[in-house]
């Protein structure tokens, strides 16, 4: 029964997973033909390619960027799904994808005529924004990073100054991703909530219910209770 628990815990978070395989699945084209297909482009926005508003989060210019973007899935979605469950997590990170995606739009228009603007691309910008939800709705007034204590608001900013340094990153997508997570996390987007009863009825129904049949994931259900028995064992 040990085993079998253990086997339970280690498995994966079911949309992270998916999120990565997507991820892998729509860099691969690009990466063969040298430039990504759905970046968040605004000539491409204007020629009403809306999609994506969405597929950005989900390609990478290069390899050494795809890796940099899988660490980040498994991390930051995984942990993410983990706290607020499957059918949430799979809400929120379109909401922040899109809202991160307009903020940057509206702002690249005033930054691009001072400094060149890195078009958006990849999970990062989703990522800064969970943690921005994280950190703002933290309990805990300092923690450690790199063996220094900070407090723990200034973590995702120290963070932003770090990803500046990783290929083909976008500070103000980044930026945007972030602002957009603060937000909800300080209650601003409360229209993106909705209650614990409507996550577990949707975890019933399709797709929800067919990501619960995916062998070797796990699917972290909606219902808080749930996800604390989870976790303790």
């Known amino acids: ?28 084209p690009g990466l063969l033909r040298g430039s990504p297909a759905a970046s968040l482009r605004p000539a491409a926005l204007r020629a009403g390619e809306v999609h994506r508003l969405v597929t950005y989060i989900f390609v990478y210019e290069d390899l050494i960027s795809l890796l940099c973007g899988a660490v980040i899935i498994w991390y930051f979605a995984s942990s993410f799904e983990k706290n607020v469950g499957t059918v949430k997590y799979c809400f929120l990170t379109l909401a922040f994808a899109v809202l991160s995606a307009l903020l ?4 690249e228009t005033f930054v691009s005529r001072v400094s060149e603007v890195e078009d958006a691309e990849g ?19 300092r923690t450690l990073v790199f063996g220094v204590r900070i407090p723990v608001v200034l973590v995702p900013w120290f963070l932003l100054c770090i990803a500046w340094f990783i290929p083909h990153s976008s500070l103000l997508s980044n930026l945007c991703g972030l602002l957009a997570g603060e937000a909800y996390g300080l209650g601003y987007c409360f229209c993106l909530d909705f209650p614990e009863s409507v996550g577990s009825k949707l975890d019933r129904v399709f797709p929800f219910s067919l990501l619960k049949r995916i062998p070797g994931l796990k699917y972290i259900p909606g219902s808080l209770a749930e996800r604390r028995a989870f976790k303790s064992s």
């Open 1 to 28: 029964a040990r085993s079998n628990m253990a086997a339970g815990c280690a498995r994966p978070p079911a949309a992270a997973a998916i999120t990565l395989l997507v991820s892998l699945g729509a860099s691969a």
């Open 104 to 107: 940057y739009l509206f702002l």
């Open 123 to 141: 999970f990062m910008p989703v990522a800064f924004a969970t943690l921005g939800v994280s950190t703002t709705r933290s309990r805990m007034k």
